[in-house]
């Protein structure tokens, strides 16, 4: 069979809260394959953000397995764990998080570069990866000159610049109205078909969600099927 992209196996997450502790995740378990979005639905504080950190390597589980591409993480040190972040996992959130001193190509470039990609090979890529999200007219323009949905594509664009085989989205249309999220999750799933990625994205859009290939929700810290 082939790789996964993504597995979370019997995941704990608690926080201490004085005396008391606090269980978000009391077992999840998920597997994502290549090619595959799914929607992540719950309502706030239901632990959507804190699931996505564990299968980005942000922080790691109390108890349980995140594997990335089938390799298991939960025994690797930092420096490991950062280095498969920075190469297999794009990470797009709620709010665009793009440098401001720099056009919407070097935001893309600038992964590329960091990994060790010459400034052509980065420049290429990027402009080829703007083009195809429709902002082929739009590379040398900084963040506070874009629309709202021109900068999540520009942050799409950048969160799957190495070619990461998972991306990882919380709320990422959170911010924008409604006919603008429906074009970046039209972008996002396009996006999804073409490479092989696999996707994740946390939302609150039933209609958006409804358009993904699955559905989970998290009840009670437990990732659940939605159909
Ligand atoms: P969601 O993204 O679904 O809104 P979160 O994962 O952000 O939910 O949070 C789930 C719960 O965990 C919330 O009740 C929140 O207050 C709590 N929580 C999140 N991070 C921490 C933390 N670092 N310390 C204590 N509690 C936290
Ligand atoms: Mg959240």
């Keep these: 069979m082939a790789d996964s992209a993504l597995v979370l196996d019997g995941v704990e997450r608690h926080y201490k809260q004085g005396e008391s502790t606090l269980t978000i995740l009391r077992g999840a378990s998920l597997t994502l394959w290549p090619g595959q979005s799914v929607a992540l639905v719950a309502p706030s504080g239901a632990g959507k953000s804190t699931l996505l950190h564990m299968a980005g390597l942000l922080e790691r589980p109390d108890k349980g397995e995140v594997m990335i591409g089938d390799e298991p993480t939960a025994a690797m040190n930092d420096s490991a764990r950062t280095a498969m972040r920075r190469t297999r996992i794009g990470f797009v959130y709620q709010a665009h998080h793009l440098l401001a001193e720099f056009s919407a190509l070097e935001n893309v470039m600038m992964p590329q570069m960091i990994n060790g990609l010459t400034r052509p090979e980065a420049t290429k890529r990027a402009t080829e990866l703007l083009a195809y999200l429709g902002l082929g007219q739009r590379v040398s323009h ?86």
């Design 142 to 227: 900084r963040p506070a000159e874009l629309s709202g949905g021109e900068q999540q594509r520009v942050a799409i664009a950048r969160a799957v610049a190495n070619a990461p085989g998972l991306l990882l989205a919380d709320e990422p249309t959170g911010n924008l109205d409604p006919k603008t999220a429906d074009h970046v999750f039209e972008t996002l799933t396009t996006l999804v078909k073409a490479t092989g990625l696999a996707a994740l994205i946390a939302t609150h859009n039933l209609d958006l969600a409804a358009r993904m290939d699955r559905r989970v929700t998290l009840a009670d810290g437990v990732v659940v099927e939605m159909g």
